[in-house]
């Protein structure tokens, strides 16, 4: 799998990234990854059920692992949750 | 599995869960099931992270599951985005 078919979900609306996945597919992935760290997992998770159940009607869900990252920032060292949702058609 | 072993993630500080989810460990469980909806999905995550990294360390993750669910409001139909993270020891 390259990078190319690696959605990141952060700020923008849900919409944005719905139509990412729908992109890679229409691009010929057979698989798309969405990840997505901290508050945004909850976007990275619309993003999957949307494009699944309104624009991919014939894709599932491959695989969800969540885990933890650790981010250096000036105010020193924290924890933060990632999520990666694998999109298979 | 009884509903004992669920905990549902909300509105309040993910240690709250974290704790929970610990307590229903050293009560004899041995899988704990996360549950979330919408913005808590991210803590949701933490909350299982939280848990496994730093106070069940013998833990793992067993299975993730995403869906949508119908929520009928005042204001109509809208659809809100699920999680469900099982922990086992």
Chains 1, 2 share one sequence.
């Not at 959605?7 to 996945?21: D, I, Q």
């Not at 508050?39 to 869900?61: G, H, M, P, Q, W």
């Not at 250096?72 to 949702?85: L, T």
């Amino acid at each position: 799998m390259t990078d190319n078919f690696v959605v990141y979900v952060g700020n923008k609306p849900v919409m944005n990234y719905v139509l990412a996945v729908v992109k890679e597919f229409n691009s010929g992935a057979s698989e798309v990854v969405i990840k997505a760290r901290g508050k945004a997992i909850s976007k990275a998770v619309d993003a999957a059920e949307v494009s699944k159940n309104r624009f991919l009607t014939d894709a599932k869900i491959n695989g969800i692992t969540i885990g933890t990252e650790k981010m250096i920032s000036e105010e020193g060292a924290s924890n933060v949750s990632i999520i990666e949702i694998v999109i298979g058609k």
